[in-house]
């Protein structure tokens, strides 16, 4: 008896005693076993590149509607009359992914690089942070650039749009010159493994953030300090062919985030309609009867056979059923098609999405060498940008058995041999073409380099030398959103539950609480 | 040291030793007006000794001479007999249910009379609960506990039940009272979604929306619910630590009583209907403005906004046809007995529950066990097993519920018809769209699926040792171990999954808590001849670690295969939760005279979820207990008062965070290929425990010789450094969510108890119990300045949500809502006529805390015969009446049949005038009908309800035993009785909609959640229930 009751009780005591003094340890149990504090420095590399790519179409839905690539089955949406949807974050998915999706993975990922001498993917960090304050900026002008990603803040000041584009020329020449280096860790396979566009190609990466220094150089088109010539520096140093497009493929495996924005699957698209702007641009209707072999790959016809488009929030009411131009995965139905419908062009579940291309570098060229006065370099490069965007429509056509068939070689010569697409002198070049042709290459999927050409050309100026609009057939809508008194969209406001809800007093500094804070013309777009 | 103290115990063993052979045995019969009781405890004072009499009252036990047997028993006064030359002593005890010496069970399983208590607490017998027939015993707490508000998520079996206690004072944890258990914590989680693979995106989460789940309490069987304490405040609960914040309830289950082996067997059977169906207009059809609907111009739902329907239209009554008769049966059967040295109990118990909406059910099995026994002088054990197995199938909920799409449906088809001959689902409209069009109720209901199965044992060891007479050491260790498997379908021509081809989610939750509690008791023991003096010493340690498994699947192969196998594309996902507490705590209570009391208590708390360098916190409360009318000097006031006691408390009770609140992780993501993500969930390494300062005021006053009673408290809780979950910031911080300190909020009220014995003579008893409650819970400020903080699952219906703005209410609605001038009137626009609505959340004066509650029961006894009612009363409180809103939008409901009618909103013109004394009225005149817009783009607002009252026949049991004299004849059977309870008979409210008592979530969202969002729930059924209960 006294032995069992002796054994109780030691257990007890020591029981007690022990709890008191190994409590810390004991209680140590606060490392989150679902998920890791910090991984290799590669791992967070491949969600920023999907969003780097990705982005850009969730808000290329409301930016498209500004630049009338495409408009809403509805008539009169906010987005169709320039205007924005308030209370909303649609049209801020980039401010999410600047912010969060890349935000502290990519201060990790960089910080991690440097410190392991992977010069490689710092640059390739380099680079998409670059990109980041590039797209950001264009689609919000003012921007967070200095006091961003700081969880300890709570209330963050902007930074101005000239700020942020120099910010990521400075990036941009950073990015290029830690890919120049081969010491330290550098190491293509480790960098390829997660590297979902070039695979851990050093010079391709460098032809991208020469690309992206292209962009924004040229983006000063307006500006006294414009200069062309480092703009074709630029260009020349990047890609040299479609083989150095930025492209990502979408897998498809893991169900939803890893299938094309813009796919059936995804059912994004089914209230979105193209619009007689792009119709026109390639049915021979702008340039006198040419039928770009574009359009029957690009766009969707009507269930009677016609290519149409609805006019910006006019809405389908003008249609009859079989005259209605068909979503781009070619059905009438304004729902979600079931999953894996076959699609077209890059509306296509698996179907892969660029960054930049070749075709909208050449382009770029154009557009400085034209102003420059170099004609001769500006039709040269004009010619590049519309062959390679026709190979690049064949490509995209045959990477997810996309229905369009392929544009054959004598479509693409009887096309470019028209002189009402390519003029036979130099001297013959317009504006009107380089930019309609750059249009009709981004369509779909280049909002934001699109809408910023738009808005350098305040979307209906005209050619100077022809007196035609640059923007052949672009047409407000009569009555524009309420709140815009008259003017057109030149920027979306930042995220409505970032920042005019958790940080207004900054938002107020810089007038974004004005009702048309959105029509305010951006920086850059200024001369 | 440890020797010595070995030595010393031994010593004293021995010393026992030698005691026991002095021993006597005492036999005798313990006896009350009402004949003899059996369970009594007889307790040979300050010692362990403890017998209990049998079924005709008898007792046998074994003291000494000079020691002091202690006669007690639940509702009885305690009675001491010295043994001295005795071996019989019949004792008579006297009924004090009501007095202030009535035993009670406080924190820590204390038993003390309730004059000691400083604090507000209520015990609701096991019996009552029982009688409601309510499978989860939750529900039957309303309007029974003054300050105690349960909101079952809707009335469909195994729906999930939260309970509040004071109101809500966290904006963003959770606002429930601990459960104890037999003196350790249970689980009472409602699976939160985000364990499933579905949640880690927004276009398949069902964020605690669309689905619900049994809270786990619900597991219990509440026939083996002896008592059921509730300690209201962190006063009372202080002693329970950090999760105890928001009280605690204390459930001890039946033990054996000793004597002869007994058998009980009861049953019930009960048929449920629906209480009310919802009415939609049968005046106009589908369209719009007028127009007639087609493909086209219908808006991917179903719109009645079309010409009227053409006379001798045939119409089928489809919502009435949809619900059918719920049937429940259940069947309690135990087996008792034992010695005074071990006794045992055995019960084991079965429900069965279909309810009013096909295919939604509910299935229970219970087996318990309990024994207790007495190893020697100074060991006793207690041991008791408990083990649940409960499967629940469920609807769908909410917007993507079969409520809304059998509202929606045309009512001029047969919804009953709602497969094609191919056996696929049939579509009324949209072509082959399946997302299009609203799923058939039917189609959701036979083809959707929720089904949990649940099995869990608990168990709990109890040795308590009594080493001298002054003092004891009890030592409890408990496991709470359950799998729940959960298998959520949706079918691939489903309107929520078509677009996936169907979705499939699993999660199997591993759940297994330990909790160690030991405590050393010092018995009263005198310090002066005034002054005496008990405590207690303790810790406690916990370890709770639930392991969810989930996975994930879509497009289906074979649609109606549900299986992980049977899919396209898979994702899966663990989540683990681990939290751990070390605690260590202290209680002292000084008596003066036997009306003075004063207690005090510490408690040190170390918690996994802090920072370490801050995980140890300390907090104290102190309470006091003033029995005037026993003070000598004031002997007179026994003329007005039966007894009069008055008393006070004061509590900071810590509270810590969420595990892995502080420190960011990566997430796997599913983009493509792969890689690594932070979650939204920024980090906070300043992280620090919250604190609630609390004190009460009561008053306890018994009247008219006891016939009368009154029960007062008044409370005050003021939480600071509030650690507000997954609050929003800019993004610019890196982050979406963060978990932040800084929060605080204000919670008191006033709770008033009111028993009265209106009628008391030989054949007919009437007692009458009345609870009333009235709180308040103030937002005082938020972390950073923030304005607004919200749980996001809750703005589950258009632009409303539980957002907190500082200043008020802890239960208020935000939302965009309409703008007003300064004189409150609505603002037109002055170019289209309808009001302007907000572009921001604000606050519009809506709170869903109700003014005042009231839990009135009523208890009649006539010889054999008893009938018991409970009505539960509210005023006041505003509720969103979200499914209106939608019926509204798509113009069914009955509010817009007059849509030919021209109006002009009443208003004022947004020109700039709004604001002065002139403002320019609103002119502008439309008639609906052309119009539809009208309807569909009303604002949610209009739906809020506001000052919604009500008052529910919660339940009334009338039962019958069977005289002696008819069960005289055999000897089988010793009692019989037959029951009929209803349950929520009726309900008068102001409340336009199904029922007042819902919630949009479950009950694992924290802060108020979405109580008072009404959107495609089911009411809370009409039950009748019969049975009999049999002791052999």
């Not at chain 2, 396209?568 to 705590?585: A, P, Y």
Request: aromatic fraction near 10%; proline fraction near 4%.
């Amino acid at each position: 008896m006294e032995k069992i009751m002796k054994y109780i009780y030691i257990t007890l005591l020591t029981g007690f005693l022990f709890t008191l003094s190994s409590c810390k340890k004991y209680l140590d149990v606060n490392t989150n076993p679902n998920a890791p504090q910090t991984v290799t420095a590669n791992l967070y590399l491949s969600p920023m590149l999907h969003w780097m790519v990705t982005a850009p179409q969730y808000d290329g839905r409301f930016i498209g509607r500004y630049t009338q690539n495409w408009t809403s089955t509805t008539a009169g949406t906010t987005w169709d009359l320039q205007g924005y949807d308030p209370a909303s974050d649609n049209g801020a998915e980039l401010w999410r992914d600047v912010y969060w999706s890349l935000g502290q993975n990519l201060v990790d990922m960089n910080t991690k690089a440097e410190a392991e001498q992977r010069w490689d993917l710092l640059g390739v960090g380099q680079i998409l942070k670059a990109w980041g304050w590039q797209s950001l900026t264009d689609v919000h002008g003012e921007i967070i650039v200095k006091e961003a990603i700081d969880p300890t803040k709570y209330l963050f000041n902007y930074d101005s749009q000239e700020y942020a584009y120099l910010e990521v020329q400075r990036l941009l020449t950073a990015a290029i010159a830690n890919l120049a280096r081969t010491d330290g860790a550098v190491d293509a396979a480790f960098l390829g493994k997660t590297d979902l566009i070039y695979k851990g190609d050093r010079a391709k990466w460098t032809k991208l953030a020469y690309a992206m220094l292209a962009l924004n150089l040229n983006h000063y088109s307006n500006k006294a300090s414009y200069k062309p010539d480092d703009v074709i520096a630029a260009v020349d140093k990047s890609f040299t062919s479609n083989a150095d497009d930025a492209l990502m493929a979408y897998p498809g495996v893991t169900g939803n985030d890893d299938r094309n924005f813009l796919g059936p699957t995804r059912g994004n698209m089914q209230t979105y309609r193209q619009t007689p702007f792009i119709v026109n641009l390639l049915n021979g209707t702008q340039f006198t009867g040419v039928v770009d072999p574009r359009m029957t790959r690009m766009l969707a016809p009507a269930p009677d056979g016609v290519y149409r488009g609805i006019v910006t929030a006019a809405g389908t009411g003008a249609f009859t059923a079989s005259q209605l131009p068909n979503n781009f995965w070619n059905i009438a139905s304004i729902s979600a098609p079931a999953a894996n419908t076959q699609g077209r062009y890059i509306f296509s579940d698996k179907c892969k999405l660029p960054v930049m291309t070749y075709a909208q570098l050449q382009f770029i060229k154009a557009e400085a060498a034209f102003k420059k006065g170099d004609k001769e370099t500006a039709l040269a490069a004009y010619k590049n940008g519309i062959s390679a965007h026709i190979d690049f429509v064949n490509a995209r056509n045959i990477e997810d058995n996309q229905s369009p068939t392929q544009i054959t070689s004598a479509e693409k010569t009887a096309y470019m041999s028209a002189t009402a697409i390519v003029p036979a002198a130099a001297a013959d070049l317009t504006l009107t073409q380089i930019m309609c042709q750059k249009y009709i290459a981004q369509w779909g999927w280049g909002h934001l380099e699109t809408w910023m050409d738009m808005r350098r050309y305040h979307y209906t100026d005209a050619d100077p030398a022809t007196g035609k609009q640059v923007y052949l057939g672009y047409v407000f809508p009569t009555t524009l959103y309420s709140d815009n008194a008259g003017k057109p969209a030149y920027r979306i406001r930042p995220r409505y539950n970032s920042e005019y809800v958790w940080n207004r007093d900054a938002l107020s500094v810089i007038g974004g609480l004005a009702t048309d804070y959105h029509t305010k013309q951006t920086w850059i777009v200024q001369p | 040291m440890k020797k010595k103290l070995l030595l010393f115990f031994i010593g004293t063993f021995l010393l026992l030793a030698h005691a026991i052979a002095q021993q006597i045995t005492v036999t005798g019969r313990v006896t009350s007006e009402d004949g003899p009781i059996p369970g009594v405890s007889i307790r040979v004072k300050g010692s362990n000794v403890v017998a209990q009499t049998g079924a005709e009252g008898s007792y046998t036990i074994k003291a000494l001479r000079n020691d002091v047997l202690v006669f007690s028993f639940v509702g009885y006064t305690t009675i001491e007999r010295t043994v001295g030359a005795n071996t019989t002593i019949n004792v008579a005890l006297k009924s004090d249910s009501k007095g202030l010496d009535e035993v009670v069970i406080t924190a820590l399983g204390n038993t003390v009379k309730k004059r000691e208590l400083g604090t507000s607490q209520q015990t609701v017998s096991g019996a009552a609960i029982a009688e409601t027939q309510r499978e989860n015993f939750i529900n039957a707490l309303q309007g029974r506990v003054a300050g105690v508000e349960v909101t079952s998520s809707s009335g469909v079996p195994g729906a999930s039940s939260s309970i509040t206690i004071r109101g809500v004072s966290s904006i963003s944890g959770s606002n429930q009272p601990l459960m104890i258990v037999d003196g350790l914590p249970i689980d009472n989680k409602t699976l939160n979604t985000s364990a499933f693979v579905s949640d880690a995106s927004s276009n398949t989460a069902f964020s605690n929306r669309g689905v619900d789940f049994t809270n786990r309490s619900a597991d219990i069987n509440p026939e083996d619910i002896e008592s059921l304490v509730v300690l209201k405040g962190p006063e009372a609960a202080a002693l329970y630590g950090i999760d105890a914040a928001n009280g605690a309830i204390v459930i001890t289950t039946k033990r054996a009583k000793a004597g002869a082996g007994a058998v009980s067997y009861s049953n019930s059977f009960r048929v449920e209907a629906t209480r009310t169906y919802p009415e939609i207009q049968k005046q106009y059809g589908l369209g719009g403005s007028g127009v007639p609907g087609s493909v086209s111009t219908l808006n991917n739902i179903y719109q009645y906004f079309g010409p009227a329907y053409p006379d001798g239209t045939q119409f089928y009554d489809n919502v009435k046809d949809f619900f059918q008769t719920g049937f429940t049966q259940k069947h309690n059967l135990s087996f008792e007995g034992g010695s005074d040295k071990v006794n045992y109990r055995i019960s084991s118990a079965y429900t069965d529950q279909s309810g009013v909406v096909p295919n939604s059910d509910y299935q229970r099995i219970n087996l318990t066990g309990a024994s207790q026994g007495i190893v020697n002088n100074w060991l006793k054990t207690d041991l008791s097993m408990n083990y649940s197995y409960a499967v629940n199938d469920q609807p769908l909920k909410g917007s993507i519920g079969p409520l809304l799409g059998l509202l929606a449906w045309p009512q001029t088809d047969d919804a009953s018809n709602y497969l094609t001959a191919a056996g696929t689902r049939k579509l009324l409209a949209f072509g082959s769209a399946g997302n299009a069009e609203i799923d058939n109720p039917y189609f959701n209901v036979n083809k959707n699926i929720i089904n949990s199965k649940t099995s869990r044992i608990i168990s709990n060891l109890g040795l308590t040792i009594t080493p001298f007479r002054w003092v004891n050491i009890k030592t409890n260790i408990g496991m709470d171990s359950y799998t729940n498997q959960n298998l959520i379908v949706r079918h691939p021509e489903s309107a929520s999954a078509f677009s996936r081809g169907g979705t499939i989610d699993v999660a199997n939750d591993i759940t297994r808590n330990i909790n160690l509690q030991n405590l050393i008791n010092f018995n009263k023991q005198k310090l002066t001849k005034d002054i005496s003096f008990d405590a207690t010493l303790g810790n406690s340690l916990q370890n709770l670690k639930s392991n969810v498994d989930a996975g994930y699947g879509e497009g289906f192969l074979d649609p109606n295969f549900n299986s992980l196998n049977n899919v396209g594309t898979k994702l899966v996902r663990t989540s683990i939760s681990q939290r751990r507490l070390v605690s260590f705590f202290g209680r002292a209570t000084f008596d003066y005279k036997n009306y003075l009391f004063l207690t005090g208590t510490i408690r040190n708390d170390r918690t996994s979820t802090i920072p370490i360098d801050r995980y140890s916190f300390w907090y104290p409360s102190v309470q006091g207990s003033f029995v005037f009318t026993d003070v000598p000097a004031f002997k007179g006031l026994k003329n007005v008062f039966y007894y009069g006691k008055l008393r006070a408390a004061y509590a900071n009770v810590g509270k810590d965070a969420r595990p892995y609140a502080y420190v960011p992780t990566l997430e796997n993501k599913t983009t493509s290929g792969g890689g690594y993500g932070y979650g939204f969930t920024g980090p906070n390494p300043g992280l620090k425990p919250e604190f609630a300062k609390s004190y009460e005021f009561g008053a306890e006053l018994g009247f008219l010789n006891n016939r009368l009673g009154l029960d007062i408290t008044v409370y005050r809780k003021e939480t600071t450094d509030q650690i507000v979950n997954d609050i929003r910031s800019s993004y610019a911080t890196g982050f979406i969510l963060l978990n932040l300190n800084g929060g605080s909020t204000r919670n008191q009220g006033i709770e008033l108890t009111l028993r009265g014995n209106p009628v008391k003579t030989n054949d007919f008893n009437w007692d009458v119990l009345a609870n009333f409650e009235s709180a308040r819970g103030k937002v005082l400020s938020l972390p950073n300045a923030l304005p607004e903080s919200y749980v996001s699952d809750t703005w589950l219906y258009a632009n409303v949500r539980n957002g907190n703005t500082p200043g008020n209410s802890t239960r208020s609605l935000t939302g965009l809502f309409y703008l007003r001038n300064n004189q409150g009137q609505l603002l037109i626009n002055p170019t289209t006529g309808v009001p302007v609505r907000s572009t921001t959340f604000i606050e519009g004066g809506y709170d869903r805390q109700p003014d005042f509650t009231i839990g009135l029961s009523n208890t009649f006894t006539y010889k054999n015969m008893s009938l018991s009612f409970l009505l539960d009363i509210r005023k006041g409180g505003d509720v969103l009446n979200a499914t209106q809103h939608f019926l509204t939008t798509i113009g069914l409901a009955n509010n817009t049949v007059d849509r030919m009618t021209p109006r002009i909103i009443p208003g004022v013109l947004q020109d700039g005038r709004e604001n002065t004394a002139s403002p320019t009225p609103n002119n502008i005149a439309f008639v609906p009908y052309y119009q539809n817009t009208f309807y569909s783009t009303a604002s949610e607002e209009l739906f809020i309800e506001k000052d919604i009252n009500w008052i529910r026949l919660r339940d009334v049991t009338f039962s019958y035993k069977l005289p002696q004299t008819m069960l005289k004849k055999q000897n089988f059977v010793k009692s019989a009785s037959v029951f009929v309870t209803g349950t929520d008979l009726f309900l008068i409210t102001n409340y336009t909609g199904l029922d007042p008592v819902v919630n949009g979530n479950t009950a694992a969202v924290g802060g108020s959640g979405a109580s008072g969002i009404d959107y495609g729930n089911f009411p809370m059924p009409i039950g009748l229930n019969f049975g009999i209960k049999i002791g052999l």
